[in-house]
T-cell receptor
Framework: SAVISQKPSRDICQRGTSLTIQCQVDSQVTMMFWYRQQPGQSLTLIATANQGSEATYESGFVIDKFPISRPNLTFSTLTVSNMSPEDSSIYLC????????FGPGTRLTVL | GQQLNQSPQSMFIQEGEDVSMNCTSSSIFNTWLWYKQDPGEGPVLLIALYKAGELTSNGRLTAQFGITRKDSFLNISASIPSDVGIYFCAGPIQGAQKLVFGQGTRLTINP
């Protein structure tokens, strides 16, 4: 089965800065998604990363705050912009082959 | 929108006991997925169910797709320490491939 890696695995950032998270799949996938998991909570979909076009965002998430790129069928990035402590979460990338499979997540702490 | 209600939220059991958790919705789902998340990791797919009434096993895990298509159950028999983690049900939002997740069931096992 396909494997997803994410970089960085964790980071501690200052408020007001931005962090870009990379997601790499070891095989081509048609669909890629980005999720947020706040401490002790379930997963919430941020957006669908579309190859070659703008991502499709869920209610409550906007492109200015969470710009997403997907230049090809194996790679995507999520940027968390102008961070505040409320952005402290685990950010998870997923790809779809039959069903969705997930990367290990990026644990972000904003001070 | 479609929501999944998962229960119980947490379970504290003795090693060797059987475990049962469930997921319900007011909406119909055509697919039910069960994931497990270990600390510091992304969710891993355990079982996928595609047909109402379907009963599927994966080792000591058994899951069922409810006849009404509005619920699903996951059972774990003879629990062992490595079963500790958070179990999530999930299903695709109708007409799309993006997933909605239940709140999760946190399983703790006393040796």
């Amino acid at each position: 089965s396909a494997v997803i890696s994410q970089k960085p695995s964790r980071d501690i950032c200052q408020r007001g800065t931005s962090l870009t998270i990379q997601c790499q799949v070891d095989s081509q996938v048609t669909m890629m998604f980005w999720y947020r998991q706040q401490p002790g909570q379930s997963l919430t979909l941020i957006a669908t990363a579309n190859q070659g076009s703008e991502a499709t965002y869920e209610s409550g998430f906007v492109i200015d705050k969470f710009p997403i790129s997907r230049p090809n069928l194996t790679f995507s990035t999520l940027t968390v912009s102008n961070m505040s402590p409320e952005d402290s979460s685990i950010y998870l990338c997923s790809g779809q082959v039959d069903e969705q499979f997930f990367g290990p997540g990026t644990r972000l702490t904003v001070l | 929108g479609q929501q999944l209600n998962q229960s119980p939220q947490s379970m504290f059991i003795q090693e060797g006991e059987d475990v049962s958790m469930n997921c319900t919705s007011s909406s119909i789902f055509n697919t039910w997925l069960w994931y497990k998340q270990d600390p510091g990791e992304g969710p891993v797919l355990l079982i996928a169910l595609y047909k109402a009434g379907e009963l599927t096993s994966n080792g000591r895990l058994t899951a069922q797709f409810g006849i009404t298509r509005k619920d699903s159950f996951l059972n774990i028999s003879a629990s062992i320490p490595s079963d500790v983690g958070i179990y999530f049900c999930a299903g695709p939002i109708q007409g799309a491939q993006k997933l909605v997740f239940g709140q999760g069931t946190r399983l703790t096992i006393n040796p």
